[in-house]
C-alpha cells in the first residue's frame, strides 16, 4: 500500500491559526535584561500587538527567523519588507495591516494586525491584553471617518 501525498496548505493553515488565536494568553509576555534588570517589555500584553504578529509569521516562515519574533513595528515592518512582503491597497485575508499612533496606556503608539476578511481585522487589544477580532478600522466616527486610519497593508505572495 502506497503511503499518502501529505501537502501542507500553508495559506489556509496560516488564515486558521490566525483565526483560532482569539483570545489567547500566547502572545503577552516577552522578557528581556534592561540596564541589567528582568522585565516584561510587551507590559504582561499591553504592547503585544507585534509580538502576536510576528509570531505566527515566524512559525509559518513568511519573516527572517534569525531576526524574529519582534516586539517593535518598526522592526517587524523592516523584516517583512526584507522577507518579500509588499504594500497593497487592496487587502485580501492575511494580509498585514498597520495603524496610525493613538494615546494608549500613556503613550502614543502605532499597532499591527491581520486582515480576515470583509471589514474585519484580528489584532492584540492593549486593554484585554489578548487577540480580539474587530472592525478593520475599529469602526467609523460620526463624521464618517475611520476610528483608527490605516497607515499600511502588507501582502505576501503565498504562490511563491
Known amino acids: 500500500m502506497d503511503k499518502p501525498v501529505v501537502v501542507i496548505l500553508k495559506k489556509e493553515s496560516y488564515l486558521a491559526m490566525i483565526a483560532n488565536a482569539v483570545g489567547t494568553n500566547l502572545f503577552r509576555n516577552v522578557y528581556a535584561r534592561v540596564d541589567g534588570e ?6 504582561d500584553g499591553v504592547r503585544s500587538c507585534a509580538l502576536f504578529v510576528s509570531s505566527l509569521l515566524n512559525h509559518f516562515h513568511l519573516i527572517d527567523s534569525k531576526r524574529a519574533p519582534h516586539t517593535t513595528i518598526a522592526g517587524l515592518e523592516k523584516n517583512m519588507k526584507n522577507s518579500g512582503w509588499s504594500t497593497t491597497e487592496v ?15 500613556d ?11 470583509g471589514d474585519e481585522a484580528i489584532s492584540n487589544d492593549w486593554e484585554m491584553r489578548v487577540p480580539i477580532k474587530h472592525h478593520m ?16 497593508i502588507y501582502t505576501y505572495d503565498f504562490s511563491s
Open 38 to 43: 528582568k522585565k516584561d517589555i510587551t507590559k
Open 91 to 105: 487587502p485580501q485575508p492575511g494580509d498585514i495591516i498597520i495603524w496610525e499612533p493613538k494615546l494608549q496606556a
Open 107 to 117: 503613550a502614543e503608539n502605532a499597532h499591527v494586525g491581520f486582515f480576515i476578511g
Open 137 to 152: 478600522t475599529y469602526g467609523k466616527n460620526d463624521d464618517g471617518t475611520p476610528v483608527r486610519a490605516i497607515t499600511a
